[in-house]
């Protein structure tokens, strides 16, 4: 609907002192805080990889489109848009989600790691060498969704068993089938017992 | 996806306050932006209800209280969850994924819409999401619909597992609706059958919402599990699953619980399988006699038959695990 | 020699890193998005297209359909009505309008809001209600094979023989389902193009391109240097890239369209529903007196195109046997056209036959191993030619101890873990040994790295990998110092990554290429040569760690090339497939044993273990080889056990359009696999000894599966997927 509508603005009643869409809103939505209304479209800052991202955000924008189509970060992957292949998994305050399914105004305040949040500079994180190291991909569309649930995974400490990691990495479709090698990168990042990562 | 305004008000007063005709209420957004990308549902706005305070999972009097808004990966995790009600556990780690467990919340769990094909796709007629125009899964492709409860006008399924659970335990909801307090309903009566009208699926009232599931304690409780049969290992919803819970004592079923997800047009209760347990020895051979019944009063559209028989067969595995 | 040996993929650190970059991912300047409209009829005619409502959304630019669309070139277009060419419906999904706006989100929006009316017509939307419609391909096997095969006389050996076995098998229409959905950005420059599109063949993308709009090859660029997976359906120029152009010509600037994966189900083709018919006879000692294998396969309205599932090619060649007659007819059908799908023809067809093959050793209470071994083909039957190369009985008498074979009792439902009902069962790979022309080029740079560049495709089966691998023996480099670049129309063509070639196609131009590059630096370090090399010849001199080495003193690659004073030393290879290779038949072969365990109340299939052994000729890069074979393994997993695209009959729509409900394998639906390399060098293909690994090792699968099924609870299952529903008897 458009906001600036005046019958839909007074209809709102109470609401509309929340919903008033002006500079005023934009300049609320560049703060940390999180808006108190969101309309087409109006700036906002999102933090991606401990960095302040600029982005020109609608409510419907996805977190999964915002960061694809405005910025460069475009390790994190579209495979469905339908939260029916991990593809998209990124962090949000530390926890694996997916993007797709994540309305990009809803993450300000938050802190969102992407694949590319992953490795310092040069030095690759454990996960990421040892999928390297086993050949946990082949088309690499899945990887950074893979990587960026196994690294979630070693901290939710589901990892005793292989079929263990297998059940919780369930999430994430390779269609190469990369899958026994995904699971002996994560076997090797956690140890044995899989207690270590 | 539809252009729509997003507000974020405080509180579940703000939330209520600011409700208009129209809003629809975004949790963890799993199941409603799926159905907004599909233009299955297009509401011209959205509340967020992150700013809720509805998120706490605590014992009251014994009770399990479940804020709406708490998430799948919280109450399945949560010590006291898995060590007196742990069918609700259970029923949703085998729910989705683990991504998806981490954003869907309890209320939004509640309230997913069916998976049916023919709902999801705007391409096909469909009486749920349009109503009048046609039922075209009760001569279609309907393997994975409903043998119980549904009607000539919609066979669609309720997909999710934690209400399964929760039936079976005689959970009871907290509603909340814009000017007119809070009111407590049981989940059977929450739920709606399609009859003639499969675009109305729950008692829900203008702006009301689910604000907290509460869960009464028992034997029956904490001796309980999910049995969830389906086409893959993981991350695939039920054909046929079955929450059940036992309260044996002296080798005698004092109480006994079974619900089923994947077959009906809503969580489906079972009483009558229950009533034949009741008071019988928990053996085998009253398992076998009671699980016969499971499939009683099913309807097959077709493609779904194999669900009576896998029906009896997945609430007997159900009583034999819970057993022993 | 780093041929051979076990490295990381040399694109691995990209894609961990996220830094790889796939066709949507590329931003043109001042780039707009494109979203399709798809038919909700399976036939009849687009009446008229309400676009006012879409037209005056926020951001839209245009919106194309039959209309307004430009007229393409059609002639030789195998994919002539989802162009918006013209009126006519030939399957639900067709494409029929694409909505262009500044973002993605408005062109969403905008495409869900565009009105079609239709004058329905009836369809035939299954390939049942046709079958009095077969009729003989037109086009069958690209010409290489006859749609026909009749060698000695089936029928009589037939009627005469001590042991018969007749059945008809189903599979049912598959879609590949890459995790990367079909994408192409297009921008035009005057009459140059440029798409940036996921494709596994960017000479094919260019050739069609070029050809639908009218301008020179030249003047169209394809940029594809990595693929999200394709199994197929990324290897003919579908609609959506061309639409992406047209799109991009009608607003003038440049234009992305990414496929949603419901579209994934309608644009791309898919592995065609087969209805096909086995006949096998035998004396009672197991030897194979004759085989009659009849293919049916639904294929698209001939308007649309035609598509050919070839079925039972492999029955032609793989046992030993006097008699065998094979046939293939397609069923036209209100359906998109199929297309190849990883291991097409072999797939569905070895389902087939080496389903027959178990029940005729259950026939006969002979273990299925043991027959196989007992029609073992020293040549193919029907060719009569020999084998280039042929390692099968080995990878039968490996794969076999490896899994323990022996172990396996006969009767069904006789190896339990508790209640729970074990079986075990195998079936024999077999895919032929393909090659194309290609051509590389390889640069000396001043700075000591060569370049290696092709215009191949890596789709993830580690082409990036084994062209460096090549040209660093021979050139004498360590890997760090081989760039490899390909994904791109302007470097030297070769063909698509497509029927297992890849390898076996472009190896040899880069080792020819590496080797005239070689000779060159050769030439030049005698031009010049250091004094203590004397009177050396070309055959004292060696390369190694980057210096040509020569008796007693030593030119560095980067002395040579800068005291050139150019930018390289270049040599390039033009390489055609041997002829001596018509003389041969030759494939890749393999064994596949499988364990399964099956609930016994709720009939649920677990594949619990898994040994395939492979005879994938020399083997360039084991661990990206491996990958291939589990892949392989996996993707048949889906095959064997959960894919099925789902059409409503009435209104022939795709049902279970997404991944959620199209059921593809998950990580726990996969069991330990151990892959064996069987190298039997195919040397008469190429001189490298390779042959083709990426669809070997899913053909057998389902049938291994559903005979380890079989031997777990007696069921024989015919019709695939094998769910429980199946089971529940």
Known sequence: ?197 | MQSFELIRPRGIDGILSDWHPGDAFIAGGTDLLQLMKNDVVAPERLTDLDNSDLHAISLVDGSLHLGALATMAEVAAHVDVKREWPVISQALLLSASPQVRNMGTVGGNLLQRTRCGYFRDVGFDCNKRRPGSGCPALRGDNRELAIFGGSSHCIATHPSDLPVALMALDAQLDLAAPGSGTRRLPLAQFYRLPGDTPHIETALRPGEMITNVVVPPGPHARNSLYVKVRDRTSFAFALVSAAVGLAVSDGVIRDARIALGGVGAMPWRLPHVEAALRGQRADTSVFETAAARAGDGAISAGLNKFKIELTRRTVLRALRTVAA | MIVGQSIERLDGRLKVTGRARYAAEFKPPNMAHAVLVQSTVAAGTVAGIDTTAAKAMPGVLQIMTSANAEKLNLKGASVLQPLLQGNEIFHNGQHVAIVIATTLQQAQAAAARVRVRYNPAEAVTMMEAALNQASVPRNFSNGRAEPDSRTGDPDAAMTSAAVRVEATYTTPIEHHNPMEPHATIASWDGDRLTVWTATQGISGAQLTLASLFGVPKENVTVICPFVGGGFGCKGTNWPPATLTAMAAREVNRPVKLEVTRQQMFTSNGYRARTIQKLKLAANKDGKLLAIQHDGLAQTSMPEVGEFAEAVGLASRMLYACPNIGTSHRVVAINQGLPTYMRAPGEASGMFALESAMDELAVRLAIDPLKLRLANYANADATSGKPFSSKGLRECYEKGAAAFGWQRRTQAPGSMRDGRVLIGVGMATATYPTNRSPASAQIRMMPDGTAVVRSGTQDIGTGTYTTMAQIAADVLGLPLERVRVELGDSRLPPAPGSGGSMTTASVLPAVQSAAIQLRDKLFVLALARPPAAWGTAAKSDLRLENGVVQGPGAQVSFIDLVTREAVSFVEAAADVNPDAASKDHSSHAFGAQFAEVRVDPDLRTVKVSRWVGAFDCGRVISPKTARSQLIGGIVFGIGMALMEETRVDAETGRTVNANIADYLVPVNADVPEIETIFVEAPDLVTTGLGVKGIGELPMVGVAAAIANAVWHATGVRIRDLPIRLDKLLV
């Open chain 1, 1 to 197: 609907m458009e906001t600036s509508n005046p019958t839909r603005r007074a209809v709102l009643g109470t609401a509309a002192a929340l919903t008033a869409f002006s500079t005023a809103a934009s300049r609320a939505a560049r703060s940390e805080q999180p808006p108190a209304s969101v309309s087409p479209p109006s700036q906002a800052l999102i933090r991606v990889n401990g960095k302040q991202l600029t982005l020109e955000l609608e409510p419907r924008t996805t977190l999964l489109d915002a960061l694809r189509e405005q910025t460069d970060l475009h390790g994190t992957k579209k495979g469905c848009d339908q939260g029916a292949c991990g593809a998209c998994t990124v962090h949000i305050d530390g926890k694996r989600v997916l993007s797709c399914l994540t309305l990009a105004v809803r993450c300000v305040g938050k802190e969102i790691t992407t694949i590319e949040g992953l490795a310092d500079g040069d030095t690759l994180h454990p996960m990421q060498a040892a999928f390297l190291a086993h050949d946990g991909m082949q088309c690499g569309y899945c990887t950074p969704g893979q990587i960026m649930s196994a690294v979630a995974l070693v901290k939710e400490g589901h990892t005793q068993s292989d079929a263990e990691i297998a059940e919780w990495m369930s999430g994430n479709i390779c269609r190469c089938g990369a899958y026994p090698n995904i699971v002996a990168a994560i076997r090797e990042v956690v140890g044995p017992d899989g207690k270590r990562g």
